[in-house]
């Protein structure tokens, strides 16, 4: 392959190419970085876009990439950037898209494709695909350009579908010849499209504000649910004061943690499990009512059977406006931006709004300061082996002291027990699994998180959640980012204690090799590699890591029968259930 040749050519100095003009289409727009990871026919284009300027990220799989594409997307606002080579390339980065779309992440995943004429009379083309086809389905919307002059609007268009509205995945097939296609530089240059608004603002009917204030002041026991709609619209300030002024409960949504500090006394995510079928009026501020919520029914909200109405009345504030009614009736329904709603609803309430009920409060207090309690107790305590919760303690004190820093988290247990007892307090710094309950997004989200915003990121990881993406570990080594991975190793999925029934040679199905070094896969590369098998070491070590800002994996050894099947969600496990 040949390589990058300067700007300009010299007999085509009039001339510009595919490649430049989609570079100067991103750039133009804002975009900066690129996530990929090169080979025919996008090699050459990664190469110019780093000789222009751009930050080129490159991986050592796709979909590690288009996971960091679209946890930068969730961060910035801007559709992250995934390039990826064709066919094989492309289906590695289509989990991600997929993800994307499925967590209303702006993305945009960029493949070179094999030649149209070859791929659609199925002449076996080298990696042919019909890729388009294939992407449709799982993006927000789905592009290809065909000719050098038609970039900018492709580009352009691609930008818009990934961040109006409801945001999302788009993608945006380059077949190889499209790239080495030139043109009139001039004309080439007048192609391109700045967009202008690309996620213009979305004012909410003034009768559906009024009605929300309707239904929230006749509430006797109120509560506000805050995802991570919330968290992406950066609207922090009109969504606290909205909290504060209301004296309204709130529960954080995985990834709203922090949105106002997990320790604010109106935060009820301790007392979870008593306000969800208590409240009597619920305000869904860029949640929606799927399996996290089970549904908005059932017994979690009060129902008597598992699909019964729990009896309460929802709010709901989001910009999709067919997300209302998706399980269960949605009262009062605000269609528009989440900072456009909150704004209006807080010129709604004034400042005269009567608190919520005392004794609503209190009730919550009393159970909050309960569990809490518990919780204190059991964290307290020093077991040997260490244990999810012995060593999240440490993680959260480490978390306490560095609020800067970004949390990335995936496991079974390890999530669950993270989500609960690390304590977040700065918006969008918790980074997970997300709607799906992924396991893979680890590592590429640890490198779009450092690159992105420069801070301090800790993962904490399942070793099976870990083992997903560990080989970029060499990626987070190469570009040398501040990056802490704590892998809690019980040697296995959830657990290691399976054994094989039949007492034949292979491994249960959830059992690994016991006693793993995963901290050896960081010093192969150059970081600094910890094996911790008490609080205090990995307490030093996550210090040592923050303070040195160097890659390190810390191998935390915790008891090997800790933790349940699939951690809080056992009961959708359908042989579990029968058991
Ligand atoms: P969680 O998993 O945290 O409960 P979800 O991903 O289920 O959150 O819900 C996020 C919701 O936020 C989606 O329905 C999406 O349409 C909505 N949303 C995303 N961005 C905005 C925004 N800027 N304004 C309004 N709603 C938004
Ligand atoms: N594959 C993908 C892509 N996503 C998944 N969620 C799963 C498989 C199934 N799965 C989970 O839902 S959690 C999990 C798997 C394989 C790993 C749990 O083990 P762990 O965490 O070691 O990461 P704990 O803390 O030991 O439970």
């Known amino acids: 392959m040949g390589t990058a040749e300067p700007h300009v050519a010299t007999a085509a100095q009039s001339q510009v190419d595919g490649f430049h003009l989609v570079i100067d289409a991103l750039k133009l727009n804002g975009i900066d970085t690129l996530f990929g990871l090169p080979g025919i026919p996008i090699t050459d284009l990664a190469r110019m876009a780093q000789a222009e300027g751009m930050r080129v990220i490159s991986f050592r799989h796709e979909q590690s990439a288009g996971y960091a594409a679209s946890i930068a997307g969730f961060m910035t606002q801007k559709p992250g950037i ?175 943690k922090g949105l106002l500090p997990d320790t604010h006394a109106q935060s009820a995510s301790a007392a979870r499990s008593y306000v969800l079928p208590e409240a009597d ?64 609803l807080l010129a709604g309430v004034g400042s005269s709004w009567p608190m919520p009920p005392a004794d609503w409060l209190a009730a919550i207090a009393e159970h909050k300061g309960r569990n809490v309690a518990r919780m204190a107790e059991t964290l307290a305590r020093n077991p040997a082996p260490m244990n999810f919760h012995s060593a ?61 915003s420069g801070q301090q990121v800790i993962a904490v990881e399942g070793d099976s959640a870990f083992g997903f993406s560990g080989m970029e570990v060499e990626t987070i080594c190469r570009y040398r980012l501040p990056v802490c991975v704590v892998v809690l190793n019980n040697n296995g999925v959830y657990r290691g204690t399976d054994v094989n029934p039949t007492g034949g040679p292979d491994a249960a199905p959830t059992v690994f090799v016991k006693g793993a070094r995963y901290e050896k896969l960081m010093e192969a590369f150059g970081g600094v590699g910890v094996h911790a098998t008490t609080p205090a070491e990995l307490r030093e070590a996550m210090e040592a890591a923050v303070r040195s800002r160097k890659p390190t994996l810390i191998n935390a050894v915790i008891d090997e029968s800790a933790g349940t099947e699939s951690g809080r969600i056992t009961s959708l496990n359908p042989a579990a259930k029968k058991k």
């Open 82 to 256: 995934c390039l990826t080579v064709s066919a094989p390339g492309f289906l590695n980065g289509l989990t991600a898209l997929a993800h994307a779309t499925t967590n209303c992440f702006p993305m945009i995943l960029v493949s070179g494709s094999s030649e149209r004429e070859v791929v659609d009379l199925q002449q076996g083309d080298y990696e042919e695909m019909d890729q388009l086809a294939i992407a449709r389905p799982l993006a927000k919307a789905a592009f290809r350009v065909l000719h050098a002059e038609d970039i900018g609007v492709g580009i352009a268009r691609a930008i818009r579908a990934a961040v109006s509205g409801r945001p999302g995945g788009v993608y945006l097939d380059m077949p190889g010849k499209l790239l080495a296609q030139t043109m009139d530089a001039h004309a080439g240059r007048g192609s391109l499209i700045k967009v202008v608004d690309p996620a213009p603002r979305q004012i909410p009917a003034p009768e559906a504000v009024q009605r929300a204030l309707e239904v929230l002041k006749g509430a006797q026991k109120p509560l506000v649910i805050l995802g991570k709609g919330a968290a992406y619209a950066q609207a922090d300030a009109q969504i606290r004061s909205l909290i504060e002024k209301t004296g309204i409960p709130y529960l954080p949504m995985s990834m709203a």
């Open 281 to 344: 009026v619920v305000m869904l501020i860029g949640a929606r009512l799927n399996w996290l919520l089970s549904h908005g029914k059932g017994k979690t909200w009060g129902g008597r059977g598992h699909k019964d109405w729990g009896g309460q009345k929802f709010i709901q504030i989001d910009i999709s406006p067919q997300e209302a009614d998706s399980n269960v009736r949605i009262d009062a329904p605000v269609v528009g931006d989440i900072g456009s709603c909150v704004s209006a």
């Open 392 to 452: 999240l303690n440490v993680v959260r004190d480490v978390v306490k002291a560095n609020p800067e820093a970004i949390l990335v988290n995936e496991g079974a247990n390890a999530l669950d027990f993270t989500r609960s007892i690390v304590d977040m307090y700065r918006p969008r710094k918790r980074l997970d699994v997300g709607t799906w309950g992924v396991m893979g997004i680890g590592m590429g989200y640890c490198v779009a998180a450092a690159v992105v």
